[in-house]
């Protein structure tokens, strides 16, 4: 049957095509934005410079005392010989400071040559090792010997 005219209710296609517009809208939106999320989760994060000019200000000489003015000395003249080259610091250096050099890049040295043997073993476990791949010949070897065992497989199974 059909239905009586008077039950007959005309439905403007104007209101579901929107309809249909904005869940499609809406599939796009969720779309992108977990798009956007899942990118922003592999992002790098910002780096923030730090200065230490607020946290250690300087005094002024005539503030110090006569153990910091000492120390201020020290650390200056211990930057200006750790930035020498050994031949340099061989050549112009002596007794303590000589010493002091030499004692801080034995250190400096032995501590790289650790580093590169720890770097050495955490390559080796964290890349496999890597297989050859096969050539084209050892494949059709390897399809040969598998055709012969279920053969032989077969052959044992029937007697």
């Not at 592999?42 to 002024?60: D, E, I, S």
């Amino acid at each position: 049957g059909t239905f009586p005219q008077s039950l007959h209710i005309d439905v403007p296609f104007s209101g579901l095509g929107q309809r249909k517009t904005q869940k499609n809208t809406m599939k796009v939106v969720a779309l992108l934005s977990t798009m956007l999320v899942g990118a922003s989760a592999f992002g790098v994060a910002p780096h923030t410079a730090r200065f230490n000019t607020a946290l250690r200000p300087a005094l002024p000489e005539e503030d110090m005392s006569a153990d910091q003015l000492e120390i201020q000395k020290i650390s200056q003249k211990w930057g200006e010989v750790r930035m020498l080259s050994r031949e340099e610091a061989e050549k112009t250096l002596d007794g303590d400071w000589l010493e002091a050099y030499n004692r801080f890049y034995e250190k400096y040295d032995d501590d790289m040559e650790r580093m590169e043997e720890i770097a050495t073993k955490v390559e080796k476990m964290i890349t496999p090792p890597q297989i050859e791949k096969k050539s084209k010949n050892q494949k059709k070897r390897d399809a040969y010997a598998r055709k012969v065992a279920i053969e032989a497989a077969r052959a044992k199974a029937q007697v």
